[in-house]
């Protein structure tokens, strides 16, 4: 089951940090930096955040997470995470499908890096059309991918 999760309580702040944690802790080595940048969120950080955050709950254990922030019909997922005990079972899928299908949306944009042939055929599969190739500061290169619903 998707649901909203309540970020700013602690409790379930400390849940989604332990989610993103687990995942990217495997993104990591995936592209071989000890140092990726989104293992150093913090619950704090999680609970003041201005997005939004869904889960895909099973077993009253979250699954996945999706952080996402809406402005004027267009869609910018900041995260989409599978705790690596629920790999393989679509979950991204569906939660790739909620957040283009539940709410008004008309564009779409997420980054991943390069090497994140998963996630980038997850993008693909859902529509995303590779916009842009870059390195920021941390020199993990990054794919830009854009959604646009017609």
Same mark, same amino acid.
């Given at each position: ?5 309540k970020?700013?309580?602690e409790r379930?702040?400390?849940? +989604? ?5 687990s995942? =990217? ?20 950080? +999680? ?6 955050? =869904?889960? =895909? ?14 402005v004027?019909?267009?869609?910018? +997922? ?11 079972? %679509? ?7 909620f ?8 564009s ?13 055929r997850?993008y693909k599969?859902? %529509?995303f059309?590779e ?7 941390h020199?993990i ?10």
């Open positions: 089951m998707i649901t909203k999760l970020h700013h309580d379930t702040a400390k849940q +989604i940090w332990s989610v993103l944690q995942a =990217y802790r495997v993104e990591a080595k995936l592209i071989g930096r000890e140092d990726f940048p989104p293992l150093f969120r913090t619950v704090a950080d +999680i609970k003041a955040a201005k997005s939004d955050y =869904y889960g =895909y709950v099973e077993s009253n254990d979250i699954a996945a997470v999706i952080e996402i922030e809406i004027k019909q267009h869609l910018e +997922i900041h995260s989409l995470v599978v705790d690596p005990r629920h790999f393989r079972k %679509g979950i991204a899928d569906k939660l790739m499908h957040v283009l299908n539940e709410f008004d949306v008309t779409a944009m997420v980054e991943t890096a390069v090497v994140n042939n998963p996630a980038i997850l599969k859902h %529509g059309i916009r842009d190739r870059f390195t920021p500061a020199g290169e990054k794919l830009a991918l854009s959604y646009f619903k017609y």
